[in-house]
């Protein structure tokens, strides 16, 4: 989710190999993910305070090698 979109309930996914991305935008929602293999989970760019963005009932699994900061 990229410049400015709003009002998205995102659900039941499985994401492998990249992050999810919230990028000037509001009232979105995205839960029970299955998010794997990634060197984020979830970046939160350009955002502001009352956003009404929602993160919540995920599964994470990182990439070992960034999970400690290494490329």
Known sequence: MDDGVFDYHVH????????IKFRE?????LENKIIVDSGHSIVF?????????RFVRNIISLRADKEHGHN
Not at 25 to 29: E, K, L, Q, V
């Open 25 to 29: 935008g509001h009232m979105r929602i």
């Open 12 to 19: 039941h996914n499985l994401c492998v190999g990249y992050p």
């Open 45 to 53: 760019n350009i955002g502001y305070e009352y956003t009404s963005d």
